[in-house]
């Protein structure tokens, strides 16, 4: 069963940069499309965008200007970074495999805060 964990800081200050990383096990990134999603509180979930087994990547419109998704073959982690973050950007992320057509495995989740 392939399995998903995502770390990072917990919290980052206002228009500095989130970074966080996907660590895969039992199963490859060169296979398949990865995904990044958060759920602010309160709110539903957002697709934030993937990139895919051959490392094509495509990001939700809303986000294209500040996010960045990459990977390391070798460590079979794929990372998100997004920049000039804000308090609306405080939210559960979640790595996931899937691209636009439906995820079906979900890292745990991890919380990150934006506050000075």
């Known amino acids: 069963q392939v399995q998903l964990q995502e770390s990072g800081p917990g919290l980052v200050k206002p228009s500095q940069t989130l970074s966080l990383t996907c660590t895969v096990t039992i199963g490859s990134i060169t296979a398949n499309y990865w995904s990044w999603i958060r759920q602010p509180p309160g709110k539903g979930l957002e697709w934030i965008g993937y990139?895919?087994?051959?490392?094509?990547?495509y990001y939700s419109p809303s986000l294209k200007s500040r996010a960045s998704i990459t990977r390391d073959t070798a460590k079979n982690q794929f990372f998100l970074q997004l920049t000039s973050v804000t308090p609306e950007d405080a939210a559960v992320y979640y790595c996931?495999?899937?691209?636009?057509?439906?995820?079906?495995?979900w890292g745990q989740g991890t919380p990150v805060s934006v506050s000075s």
């Open positions: 996931t495999r899937g691209g636009g057509g439906g995820v079906d495995y």
């Open positions: 990139i895919s087994y051959s490392g094509d990547t």
